[in-house]
Every structure is written in C-alpha cells, then in structure tokens.
C-alpha cells in the first residue's frame, strides 16, 4: 500500500480544506454530498465537466481509481477514506442485484 501520509509542508488548497474536514470526521456518508464543495474545482481537476462530475456524485460506481486518489491527494486524505464512503453507498445495489439474481 502507498503512503499517503502527508507532511506539514505539503499545503492544501483553501477551498478543499473544508472537504478533507468532513470526510476525516466522517460525515460524509454519499459522494454527492459534495456537490455543493467547488465542484467546477474539483471537475477541473479531475479533468471532467460539470455535468459529469456531478453523474459521478449521484453515481459513485463510475468514479475510477485515478479520479478518487486524485481527489485524495488534493485534499490530503488516505484514499481509503473515498473508497470506504463509496462501497458503503454502493452496496444496496449490490444487494438488490444479488437478490434478483437468487429469485430467479
């Protein structure tokens, strides 16, 4: 596993210090809670547009791996954290697949 510990001189930007706050006192609890926290930054950074950016918030399954640990990095967060939120958001739709597969 990378490290992903960051030293004092590694700064953050402002406007993503308050993003890493919320998900390092766990209160994001879905993606899309974030659309409101520079979102056209965020998508820049990325390399998305708005609108994308946004289906991925709604749609956490279609973030890669490249786009959460970039977003990790910005805001100076383990990627797991990301990853943690987004299998937990996720998993009623697997569950809902599994168990229409098992009915069939």
Sequence with gaps: MADWNFKNEDGIDTEFENIQLLFLSGKVKHM???LERSPTKIASLLGLNYNS???K???PEKFT???INTIAYAIRINP???HNVIQKEILEQVIQKFEKYKSK
């Design 65 to 67: 791996s490249l786009h």
């Design 53 to 55: 950016y946004h289906d």
């Design 80 to 82: 797991d954290i990301i």
């Design 32 to 34: 899309y809670e974030l």
């Design 57 to 59: 918030l709604r749609n």
